[in-house]
């Protein structure tokens, strides 16, 4: 799967797109003279799009929850007879009443909570909804398109891998996902998500939410790993689609070592899969999330062999 398919999946490219739907239709904003329909761009990270240019949209710090926020009303006031708090509410209420079929994630769906906060910030939070949601789309789409066919070429020997090199601790990790989803895929716990081959993955959908429809996840080292599986996509959808991406070493090390934090920290074996066996394949769902953007940073942002096992 090349880097630029991955790019579409950004929650950061997502929200762009509604945003730009929103304030191009808005009665606050006449001074942007683009037709919403270029809002594809913004979802290829096309900082080119002259709406996006001119849409303020962060990640919150917090790895704990996944918050963007965007000071488009601080931004436009200047530009506008308006107040920056009233063309925020503006903002956010043009965003709450978005089509469904705007993008895959929609905030009429309540896949993101929307606040305002003075002096014109809109903070949209992902709920464990639509955290569930993007996770399960992310899944589906790197299954089927990242799975290496049985035929693929052998590991190299145990022996052609230095742990002195930058690269080992990233391959190990990969090694260790892949580990960990074949033995699943063995004991039936989570099946089709196995690195040699593509099948449908089955449960489907993984049960990301409990029967209370909160998020399984909730351990701080669990959403330290989505919190840097967002930020690699995030990331990537900024990148040149015609070069390698420059920072994929630090993606891919701090993934990996996020990923090892977790699965020392959240055991799937032992008592766990038979006393809560949904939060097993939660687990094993992140892994297999972790394992397809290990595989592709290694071989097609650094140029290394993804390492089924060591």
């Not at 089955?202 to 209370?212: F, K, N």
């Not at 701080?220 to 690699?232: C, H, K, M, Y």
């Not at 687990?283 to 096992?309: H, T, V, W, Y």
């Amino acid at each position: 799967m090349e880097l630029l398919a991955v790019k579409n999946l950004a929650l950061q490219g997502l929200l762009l797109h509604q945003l730009q739907v929103a304030i191009a239709t808005n009665e606050f904003a006449p001074w942007i003279n683009t037709p919403a329909s270029g809002c594809d761009r913004a979802i290829e990270g096309a900082s080119g799009s002259p709406i996006c240019q001119q849409i303020p949209l962060y990640r919150g710090k917090d790895s704990q929850r996944v918050v963007y926020i965007c000071a488009a009303g601080l931004k436009f006031a200047k530009q506008s007879p308006r107040s920056a708090m009233e063309i925020a509410t503006a903002i956010a209420r043009g965003l709450s009443h978005l089509p469904d079929s705007t993008s895959g994630l929609y905030t009429q769906g309540r896949q993101f909570e929307i606040e305002i906060y003075p002096p014109g910030k809109i903070h949209l939070k992902l709920t464990d909804r639509g955290l569930s949601q993007w996770l399960q789309s992310l899944l589906g789409h790197l299954a089927s398109a990242i799975a290496a066919p049985a035929s693929a070429l052998e590991d190299p020997a145990p022996g052609d891998f230095s742990s002195s090199t930058p690269l080992f601790r990233i391959q190990y990790a990969h090694a260790r996902c892949c580990s960990l989803l074949r033995m699943a895929d063995r004991q039936g716990i989570l099946s089709g998500i196995q690195p040699e081959g593509e099948s449908a993955i089955a449960p489907d959908p993984i049960p990301w939410l409990d029967p209370q429809g909160q998020f399984r996840l909730d351990h701080p080292t669990e959403r330290a790993l989505i919190s840097q599986v967002v930020n690699v996509l995030d990331a990537l959808q900024l990148t040149d689609p015609c070069a390698p991406p420059p920072r994929a070493m630090k993606w891919a090390r701090d993934l990996s070592q996020d990923f090892l934090t977790f699965y020392a920290a959240n055991p799937i074996w032992s008592e766990i899969y038979r006393k809560n066996l949904g939060l097993a394949q939660a687990r094993l769902g992140a892994i297999a999330i972790c394992q397809k953007l290990l595989k592709l940073l290694l071989e097609e942002g650094l140029s290394a062999f993804a390492p089924r096992e060591l």
